[in-house]
């Protein structure tokens, strides 16, 4: 008995073909494309399965697309594509400008100098330069943002609250002041990894990964990163939970968190 079938499956990617010797013999047939740097993209495979006895022929292929796995964001096919102010084509970053229309402007930016107002519930300012500031970073898969901490003020440092960017991460360099920064692993461990940093110190967050940064100086604080992708996005943990549009519902905080639901009322109601 032969059979044929002809599937689109990523998802065999990551499953070991080893694991399907239990069904029989196998013999991989066909492999073949490469991208320009040599990363496998394209894949062809026919797998030939002889079951035990030989009395049965499967022949499967598929063709689907390996993921090139990469920090940042996906390379560009041309020098420059700055992005198009209030362009109505939806793509997966922003349509490009004429080049013959693109001048130094559109790869500049000015303002980091000026001292960011720290006058607020957290007692910092986050300055981002993303593609949406300067449209020259459009596919070069770069970002830089300056953070700007108050000093000890009433009991309260200047923090730079527990927070992701899910697309990118982070490297982050001490311009002036002292900084306790840290990030957590992921689940089961959940473990904090912490360092204080002071002027010239560098401290990278992996990409995901819950992060934050605090003054712990008696002056300010100031520092500038730079992130792998042209917008990095932002979550903020606190206001992502209690701060969300509509809420997140009481009882699912209390239970997440094993409070009373006062208190999780009462939380919501500072976001």
């Known amino acids: 008995m032969k059979l044929s079938y002809m599937i689109v499956l990523?998802?065999?990617l990551f499953f070991p073909l080893s694991n399907?010797?239990?069904?029989?013999?196998i013999e991989i047939l066909n492999y073949h494309s490469k991208d320009p740097r040599g990363r496998p993209r394209n894949m062809i495979v026919s797998i030939e399965l002889v079951r035990p006895g030989?009395?049965?022929l499967l022949l499967v292929g598929f063709s689907c697309l390996l993921l090139a796995f990469?920090?940042?964001d996906h390379s560009p096919l041309r020098d420059f594509c700055v992005a198009q102010a209030g362009g109505s084509v939806l793509v997966n970053g922003l349509?490009?400008?004429?080049?013959?229309?693109?001048r130094a402007n559109d790869f500049s930016f000015s303002g980091l100098h000026l001292l960011g107002k720290t006058s607020n519930p957290v007692g910092s300012k986050v300055t981002p330069v993303t593609v949406a500031k300067l449209p020259g970073?459009?596919?070069?898969?770069?970002?830089?943002?300056?953070i700007d901490y108050a000093p000890w003020v009433s009991r309260q440092w200047g923090i730079n609250p527990p927070h992701i960017h899910p697309r990118a991460s982070e490297i982050l360099v001490v311009q002036e002041g002292t900084l306790e920064v840290g990030f957590i692993t992921?689940?089961?461990g959940n473990r904090l990894v912490s360092k204080v940093l002071q002027k010239g110190d560098v401290f990278v967050f992996p990409q995901g990964l819950i992060h934050f940064q605090r003054n712990i100086g008696t002056g300010n604080a100031f520092a500038i990163a730079a992130l792998g992708s042209q917008n990095p996005g932002v979550i903020t943990i606190g206001n992502a939970v209690f701060?969300?549009?509509?809420?997140?519902?009481?009882?699912?905080l209390a239970g997440a968190f094993q409070v009373d639901q006062s208190v999780v009322n009462q939380i919501q109601s500072k976001f």
């Open 10 to 12: 990523p998802l065999l």
């Open 20 to 25: 399907l010797s239990l069904l029989g013999d």
């Open 54 to 56: 030989g009395k049965s």
């Open 70 to 72: 990469a920090a940042a």
């Open 95 to 102: 349509a490009c400008k004429d080049p013959k229309m693109v």
């Open 137 to 146: 970073l459009n596919t070069l898969g770069i970002s830089l943002t300056s």
């Open 186 to 188: 992921s689940n089961p």
């Open 243 to 252: 701060g969300s549009s509509p809420d997140v519902s009481a009882d699912i």
